[in-house]
């Protein structure tokens, strides 16, 4: 079965420090992989999406993920890490006809 | 930028009752999904609804849940008769064409508690 691991329940990191969450994911086939963040009380907020192509993704608020094929992994990151960045961020990937499968979800929590 | 819109935000229910969560999709979108997550965990798959008949379910997507897309924009989970384990944030979502390459717009949710 399709799936994508997020060993990390909660990634902690200093404002302007840079950022890692990471995910790993097993399908059959070539993925499709997406991360999305979740504010409190808010929904799912799309930020990039890796189809096809550059294996460095680069998409919404400064983030960016790279595809790693060897390694089955789709880390996101970012450069310097901002307080607003604090959030619930979660790895997916399409698997069968269209719908997604998301990791569990790991908090970020960024220090002033 | 368009937006998939979800009403209610929250809503409470008693245990036996039947709720309604209301979604409207991208106008132009064609395929729609439900997903639920469980406070602070994982985000769970329901359905997927493609051409007004259901593509594909869960197993958490058990008799008590019915979809319907009862006229051209709006697209409603109906759970018959909820129970505490109901309880949970549900997300209605849409993708213009094949998902894996148009990405998915989420909506902001329902709240749903049973009490």
């Known amino acids: 079965a399709q799936s994508v691991a997020q060993p990390e329940d909660q990634v902690n990191v200093a404002e302007g420090n840079p950022l890692t969450v990471k995910c790993t994911y097993s399908?059959?086939?070539?993925?499709?992989l997406f991360w999305y963040v979740q504010y409190p009380n808010r929904g799912l907020q799309f930020l990039l999406k890796y189809i096809t192509g550059d294996n460095l993704v680069k998409g919404s608020y400064g983030f960016e993920a790279e595809f790693n094929k060897s390694q089955t992994s789709f880390h996101l990151k970012k450069p310097s890490a901002l307080v607003s960045d604090s959030a619930l961020y979660f790895c997916?990937?399409?698997?069968?006809?269209?719908?997604?499968?998301f990791g569990t979800g790991t908090r970020l929590l960024v220090s002033p | 930028e368009p937006e998939v819109t979800q009403t209610p935000s929250h809503q409470v229910t008693q245990m036996g009752q039947e709720v309604i969560l209301r979604c409207v999709p991208i106008?132009?979108?064609?395929?729609f999904y439900w997903y639920r997550q469980i406070l602070g965990q994982k985000v769970e798959f329901l359905v997927s609804f493609y051409n007004n008949e259901i593509s594909e379910k869960s197993e958490i997507f058990d008799d008590q849940f019915s979809v319907e897309r009862p006229d051209g924009s709006n697209f409603t989970l109906k759970i018959r008769s909820t129970k505490l384990e109901d309880s949970a944030m549900y997300f209605c979502?849409?993708?213009?064409?094949?998902?894996?390459?148009?990405?998915?717009?989420f909506g902001s949710g329902t709240r749903l508690t049973v009490v």
């Open positions: 997916a990937v399409n698997t069968g006809f269209q719908k997604l499968v």
């Open positions: 979502a849409s993708t213009g064409g094949a998902g894996r390459v148009g990405g998915y717009t």
């Open positions: 106008s132009n979108h064609l395929y």
């Open positions: 399908v059959s086939g070539n993925p499709y």
